[in-house]
């Protein structure tokens, strides 16, 4: 299957590090050689980054590792096609308008027989189970709250519309709106918060060590959501399945049980 990263932080933080061991799975440490993608919140803007390359090899990539674009929230993807062929327009994480901000979602897991229906604005352009998903769950967000509700009220809606999906296979996500961060565990994900006192991290996947005391100030605070841990040396904690979690300035703020 796919895998994910999220970030989500008080104040603007580049992903390099993460992001540097996350693209080696992609060819290198694990088989996610079927495109990969990278969304960057910046204000109101969205710097949206894809390619059907392998992340290990795209240029695209190596930019990313190598330019430390700062952002509140980042949504990162690395994918082992199931559902949809590999293509541009089936990599994630997918973008869409609503409520007059940008929404950026990425998904892990396989739908079955899943074929809601879309009648509303919100239409795939791809042919992928989860673009179909994110779809279905704006038509319905939009459709029950005319302006954002915040995130308490959404991620209870968010909650009702994931036990349904989730009745048809795996469904690990991420969804931001450049505020606050959604990540539900159907099977497997992990999180991190790093704040003061800041210690040393070293990844799992590639020789790169950083002492984030040196990099960061006392009032930062950085949570990173993983399908699979980055560090050996780091307490990661896990997620429970079926737990929607919500993320605001580098903490996690709200857990809700999910059913399907």
Not at 10 to 38: K, L, M, Q, Y
Not at 136 to 158: C, D, K, M, T, Y
Not at 230 to 251: M, P
Request: aromatic share 10%; hydrophobic share 40%.
């Amino acid at each position: 299957m796919c895998q994910l990263l999220g970030m989500n932080c008080n104040t603007p933080t580049d992903i390099v590090f993460s992001f540097t061991g996350f693209a080696t799975r992609a060819g290198r440490t694990g088989e996610h050689v079927d495109g990969w993608g990278i969304a960057f919140f910046e204000g109101a803007g969205v710097r949206h980054f894809v390619d059907h390359e392998p992340a290990l090899v795209s240029p695209v990539a190596d930019l990313i590792r190598r330019y430390p674009i700062r952002s509140r929230n980042v949504i990162a993807h690395i994918r082992k096609a199931t559902v949809g062929r590999v293509a541009l327009e089936n990599c994630h994480p997918f973008v869409r308008e609503l409520w007059g901000r940008y929404w950026v979602f990425a998904h892990n897991g396989d739908l079955i027989d899943y074929h809601p229906r879309l009648d509303g604005p919100y239409r795939p352009v791809g042919d992928t189970d989860s673009e179909r998903a994110f779809c279905w769950i704006l038509q319905n967000v939009s459709r029950r709250f005319p302006n954002h509700p915040g995130a308490e009220a959404l991620a209870e809606a968010l909650g009702e519309l994931t036990a349904g999906i989730a009745a048809h296979g795996t469904f690990n996500y991420m969804l931001s709106d450049g505020a606050a961060l959604y990540a539900h565990c159907s099977t497997r994900l992990h999180y991190i918060i790093r704040q003061h006192p800041f210690t040393t991290a070293s990844l799992s996947d590639d020789d790169m060590t950083v002492d984030f005391s040196e990099v960061t100030t006392p009032d930062d605070r950085v949570a990173v959501i993983v399908t699979e841990p980055l560090t050996a040396n780091e307490a990661w904690r896990g997620f429970e399945k079926g737990e929607l979690r919500v993320f605001v300035d580098g903490a996690p703020v709200l857990a809700r049980r999910v059913s399907p």
